[in-house]
């Protein structure tokens, strides 16, 4: 949430950070600014995409080596001109960006007023900080640097932050509390971020700053201290990270290009992990949590979103498979609830970007109790990757449309292969039954291939349900979730509204909505509910229902019962799950784009959801 951008070097810093806040659109997109170090600190805001503001600024003086930005997802105040960042402090010493929320906003300001006259022109809690640091600044008479720290120090609350000060023009100074930073090192150059994505074409040297660091940054040197002043030694990390990977590459959509990147991101998900001869399932990076896991009583999952999602299907597949029991928890109500945790328990975190906050407070949680905590995630040297006790990393790739679908696709794979790798450790699954999951497995990038050719199809119903307000997805067992996901994808990008249901549910209340204006989804590929779901179809037919059913290739009873098949390829009901979400993100994707949605910006979200 918010991105943040910053250079300090010898190049035009304008170009350098507004390249890179349009990179870091997806982490917010409401309004945009920027402050450039010229005779002064100079600073241009504007409501909108970091395009608004390029065009706002297209005719000021934009020059300057040194300069930070910002895109802004608004936590406190609307969107507008004056609560975009930057925020100068009320006497000019101070400009700076922020990532995060301070939460002891409302008391820092009170104190401040308290103390002088110090009013703030926004409604945002960034301004106070900006104060904060003045007012300490002032009084103490102390370096920009130490007054960062000291008024840090007095701050709750989490912050990715970049500081200009006016009486210290060479230099940035950064800090992190909970809101992710890195730094690329250049030559004689320094580039600053929320993540890798705006740094990657200049730099694959990077430094990732952790909770309660500071940094100092001029052309020339960098020195990275404690909150607490105690002086680190910056650790510098290759990024393995191409830049083709974080561009359109001919796709219209970032959404639409990562729905059809699947059958490789899944591919890299498996490899190295899934061998097809002899089959064989390596998890290399839990062997270190290998004797929690073989101990454990329960599984407690954890995640968010599309992440929690991900995760249900995970539970139907670990409790199959390995017979082992699992809880799949929103992590925004695990972290509060008081939860009972115990010593033998495997807690696993799920999450795209690494950096969701009720996730990261959820492994904390977690850990503190003494769970055994692992991580799934995409972004590598993410904060939950740091955190967590062991991991398997999704490797789908940056993923750039805030409507996660390929990060979906792989966490099921992590997840599908860890059930088989444990299933097989705990001695609940056949060596037959292994080898042929596994099989089936290697499968799925072709099969999704194969789905993918029939995008027309797609469009086609698209084009008939747009205007629908309201759909209903359904699904049964391990295929519920995958409902789920159908449905969120259909509101966040177009903003119609869509409910995910397990089927059979449906006589429970659903079923009253359906009428001849209702699209309902249904998932009835070949498995064991199958008749039940033919059953489900009939009766949303019986009500006049329309029926977009997801069906096994050659399925000729349901053609006859709905209005419309998508046909996926037979497959093991284990591997469903990543067949049949595919026609339901390009169903999503296209109404989206009909319906004139902005399909990797939708309105009011953000791909990070740094703050609770
Ligand atoms: O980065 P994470 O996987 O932790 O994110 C969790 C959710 O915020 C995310 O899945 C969200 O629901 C997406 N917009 C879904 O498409």
Excluded at 107 to 128: F, H, M, N, V, W
Excluded at 188 to 196: C, K, M, P, R, T
């Amino acid at each position: 949430m918010c991105g943040i951008v910053g250079y300090i070097g010898n190049k035009e810093a304008f170009p350098i950070i507004i390249n890179g806040l349009k990179r870091l659109e997806y982490r917010g997109y409401d309004s945009a600014g920027i402050a450039l170090v010229q005779n002064g600190i100079v600073q241009y805001k504007k409501q909108g995409k970091v395009a608004d503001l390029e065009q706002f600024s297209c005719t000021k003086n934009t020059s300057g080596s040194i300069g930070i930005g910002h895109t802004r997802w608004a936590t406190h105040g609307e969107p507008n001109d004056v609560n975009a960042h930057p925020h100068t402090s009320m006497h000019g010493k101070f400009t700076i960006i922020h990532n995060g929320i301070i939460e002891n906003y409302s008391s820092l300001c009170r104190q401040l007023a308290e103390r002088g006259a110090y009013k703030c022109a926004s409604e945002t809690d960034t301004e106070i900080l900006a104060n904060l640091i003045e007012y300490v600044y002032e009084k103490e008479h102390v370096s920009a640097e130490k007054a960062v720290r000291i008024a840090l120090s007095q701050v709750e609350g989490a912050y990715g932050l970049l500081v200009l000060c006016a009486d210290e023009p060479d230099k940035i100074i950064a800090a992190r509390n909970g809101s992710p930073l890195v730094i690329g090192v250049g030559n004689g150059e320094y580039f600053l971020a929320s993540d890798a994505t705006p740094i990657v074409e200049y730099t694959n040297r990077i430094i990732y700053l952790n909770d309660k660091e500071i940094a100092v940054i001029s052309k020339h040197e960098l020195s990275l201290k404690t909150l607490f002043n105690d002086t680190l030694t910056p650790i510098i990390q290759e990024l393995d990270l191409d830049i083709e990977c974080i561009e359109k590459a001919g796709f219209d959509h970032f959404m639409q290009k990562e729905i059809f990147e699947q059958p490789k991101s899944i591919t890299d998900t498996f490899r190295g992990r899934a061998s097809k001869n002899p089959p064989e399932i390596y998890l290399g990076g839990l062997y270190n949590v290998m004797d929690k896991l073989d101990k454990a009583d329960r599984i407690i999952v954890v995640a968010c979103g599309t992440s929690w999602h991900a995760g249900l299907v995970g539970e139907y597949a670990i409790e199959e498979l390995a017979r082992i029991p699992v809880e799949v928890e929103y992590a925004s109500e695990f972290r509060y609830r008081n939860p009972i945790i115990r010593a033998n328990d495997v807690v696993i975190a799920i999450s795209q970007s690494g950096e969701t906050a009720d996730t990261l407070a959820a492994v904390r949680l977690a850990k503190n109790a003494g769970a055994t905590v692992i991580g799934v995630c995409n972004v590598v040297g993410s904060s939950i990757t740091r955190e967590t006790d062991a991991g398997v990393y999704t490797h789908a790739g940056p993923e750039i449309g805030v409507a996660s679908t390929k990060a979906f696709t792989a966490q099921v794979t992590v997840l599908t292969m860890m059930a088989l790798f444990l299933g097989k450790r705990r001695k609940e699954l056949a060596t037959e039954r292994y080898e042929e999951l596994i099989t089936e497995l290697y499968n799925v990038p072709a099969l999704i291939e194969e789905i993918l050719l029939d995008n027309e199809k797609y469009l086609h119903v698209a084009r008939l349900y747009k205007d629908a307000p309201n759909s209903i997805y359904l699904g049964r067992g391990i295929l519920f979730p995958v409902a789920l996901e159908g449905a969120l994808k259909m509101k966040e990008i177009s903003y119609i509204h869509a409910e995910g249901y397990p089927a059979a549910e449906m006589k429970h209340g659903p079923i009253a909505l359906i009428d001849e204006n209702m699209p309902v989804i249904i998932i009835a590929t070949k498995d064991k509910s199958y008749d039940k779901v033919v059953s489900n179809i009939q009766e949303v037919k019986a009500r006049k229902g329309k029926v977009i059913a997801v069906v096994s290739k050659g399925d000729t009873v349901i053609a006859q019962l709905a209005d419309h098949v998508f046909e996926v390829p037979e497959c093991d009901s284990f591997i469903a799950p990543l067949t049949t979400v595919v026609p339901l993100q390009l169903l999503s994707y296209h109404v989206a784009v009909l319906r004139a949605c902005n399909v990797d910006q939708p309105r009011n979200l953000a791909k990070s959801v740094t703050v609770e």
